[in-house]
């Protein structure tokens, strides 16, 4: 058949079928596949399955029901169902990403030591080589593009950037164990406030989140997955975490283990650097955002560059492309953590894909079910505002720091050159609606503190 079992499509239908052993009705499944599927996209496939041996036709018309092969379970399943891992009721597994999984989830001692395969890099020739087949793709990027596609890049990503700090950070983070909640890491990105009874460290993290998304996001029309952005990206989220602060930002020089792993990364520095300068141009040559994207969240963990910090480098990597073409950005939201790490250890140990792309593809179906709800919600943007979000910040910051009241006059004063004249009455505009709105609880979407925004406040509303 065409369509192998790595398609997600292909997964779900016959997990489904797999949990109604007596059949189900076209109608029935359609519903339960998903409403993105195409009645005829699904029909193909069932034929397909049926032609392969592996699903059952019976009766005709409207009557038809379809069932999994009386031998498709054996054929599909290498692993038993007492050995499928509590994650496959939610994510639609391959039987390759099965037999991934129970390979990882095995006692240490009886999995077989292994080093980095530099072949498993060499061997990926961009545009010929396929994490993603192309019906994958295709449907990722129907799901993925919305309205900003011939937009400036990084439009969508600004328009739900407030959003995106929250969501991103708080995933990415509860990914590495970090213990903060949704809410906490809201207070925290939002009004600067720590959760009782957690570690420093943990808001740090959730904090350089931040500051890497909103460089990712800033920087979107010019970043690729070069050495620069990776490097950045790593002194950013890094930041304050790393024993030894000069290897923030710069690749590791002396050999690291990994934790619950049989895996040995590469350890001599000049071969790693040299590696590493052949994993960013490949990632460069892959044209497909979405390929890309599942690229640096396989090979940069593999390499593992940096002293630490390396996974949530390679979450991050993997949205320049997706933010870059405007497509809705991956946020990992509600994504179990040990399908992560299993799939992470599938790289590790085994040099498989399989998990790890299952993996990517619910969270990017995840992903753009969240943030069509976001948008649903969400206020048109102020074109000005979108265009001069950083021209913006810096009046406002200056409007503070002089500690005065001020008005249009003062403000258009102000402003920088790089603000278009045909623009510049609207931007005074936003400006003072801007400052009329801001307090100490909000301080922080232009980098200030709530402190002192509270004494300009004061200053400015007279003393009160």
Not at 249 to 256: D, F, N, S
Not at 326 to 343: C, G, R
Request: aromatic letters at 6%; hydrophobic letters at 45%.
């Amino acid at each position: 058949m065409r369509d192998t079992p790595s398609d997600p499509i292909v997964s779900k239908l016959l997990y489904v079928l797999g949990q109604h052993p007596s059949g189900l009705a076209l109608p029935r499944l359609l519903a339960e596949v998903g409403p993105q599927v195409a009645k005829r996209t699904l029909q193909r496939h069932l034929a397909a399955l049926v032609d392969a041996g592996k699903a059952t036709k019976h009766g005709m018309g409207r009557a038809t029901t379809y069932a999994l092969a009386p031998e498709a379970p054996a054929n599909q399943t290498t692993a038993r169902t007492a050995d499928r891992p509590d994650y496959a009721a939610v994510l639609p597994l391959s039987p390759q990403a099965l037999t991934i999984a129970a390979a990882v989830r095995r006692p240490l001692a009886l999995r077989e030591p292994t080093s980095y395969r530099i072949e498993l890099l060499e061997a990926y020739r961009p545009g010929h080589t396929w994490y993603l087949p192309e019906s994958i793709r295709h449907s990722l990027a129907l799901l993925g593009r919305g309205a900003h596609a011939a937009d400036v890049a990084g439009t969508f990503a600004k328009e739900i950037l407030n959003r995106l700090f929250i969501d991103l950070s708080w995933a990415s983070s509860k990914l590495e164990g970090n213990t903060y909640t949704r809410l906490d890491t809201e207070r925290l990105i939002a009004y600067g406030e720590t959760a009782d009874g957690h570690d420093a460290i943990e808001a740090q993290m959730i904090l350089n989140h931040k500051a890497a998304i909103e460089y990712l996001v800033d920087h979107s029309a010019t970043l690729d997955l070069g050495a620069t952005t990776l490097l950045n990206l790593h002194a950013l989220l890094s930041d304050g975490l790393l024993a030894d602060p000069a290897a923030s930002g710069r690749l590791r020089r002396r050999a690291v283990g990994i934790g619950g792993s049989v895996y040995l990364p590469m350890a001599l520095p000049q071969r790693l650097e040299q590696v590493f300068g052949l994993l960013c141009s490949t990632a460069n040559a892959i044209a497909d955002p979405f390929e890309q994207a599942l690229f640096a969240m396989v090979h940069i963990p593999y390499l593992q560059p940096f002293e630490d910090v390396n996974k949530r480098v390679s979450r991050l990597a993997a949205n320049v492309p997706l933010v870059r073409h405007n497509l809705v950005p991956l946020a990992f939201l509600d994504l179990p953590e040990q399908a992560y790490t299993d799939a992470i250890l599938g790289i590790y140990e085994l040099g498989r894909v399989d998990l790890m792309r299952d993996v990517f593809v619910w969270a990017y179906e995840r992903s753009c079910q969240h943030y069509a709800a976001v948008e649903r919600q969400l206020v048109p943007p102020e074109p000005v505002r979108l265009k001069y979000r950083r021209q913006l910040g810096e009046v406002i910051r200056a409007v503070v720091a002089s500690g005065q009241p001020t008005n249009e006059t003062q403000v258009r004063g102000m402003v920088v050159s790089s603000v278009a004249s045909a623009d510049l009455d609207r931007f005074v505009q936003v400006a003072m609606t801007e400052l009329a709105a801001l307090h100490d609880g909000n301080a922080v979407r232009f980098g200030l503190s709530g402190l002192a925004v509270a004494g300009w406040r004061r200053t400015a509303d007279g003393g009160k």
